[in-house]
Nanobody
Framework: QVQLVESGGGLLQPGGSLRLSCAAS????????MGWYRQAPGKQRELVAG???????NYVDSVKGRFSISRDNAKNTVYLEMNNLKPEDTAVYYC???????????????WGKGTLVTVSS
């Protein structure tokens, strides 16, 4: 099996910065795209940022210029650097990864349990 574990959430004031991490572990053969999603209270889950194994990244318009996604393929870890945080960034942030496991040798999407980010004065 494959597990994704997020860390780095917390409470901070508007304008602050935070770095989220997500480490994948288990029966991993390779990882394709990794990404971060978020779900605010009463809203649908949305893609915040994604990154391919080659390092190509994409972002939702609302975070462009403020958030940066990166990954360390050797550590099977993806990061989300969040700057100039706004109250509307408040949400549970979920890690997602498309993983080829050594058990099946086909790609399956896995999710972390989420980490809460609260931006409030």
């Amino acid at each position: 099996q494959v597990q994704l574990v997020e860390s780095g959430g917390g409470l901070l004031q508007p304008g602050g910065s935070l770095r989220l991490s997500c480490a994948a572990s288990g029966s991993i053969f390779s990882i394709y795209t990794m990404g971060w999603y978020r779900q605010a209270p009463g809203k649908q889950r949305e893609l915040v940022a994604g990154i391919t194994s080659g390092g190509d990244a994409n972002y939702v318009d609302s975070v462009k210029g403020r958030f940066s996604i990166s990954r360390d393929n050797a550590k099977n870890t993806v990061y989300l650097e969040m700057n100039n945080l706004k109250p509307e960034d408040t949400a549970v942030y979920y890690c997602n990864a498309e993983v080829v496991s050594t058990l099946t040798y086909y790609a399956t999407a896995y999710w972390g349990k989420g980490t809460l980010v609260t931006v409030s004065s």
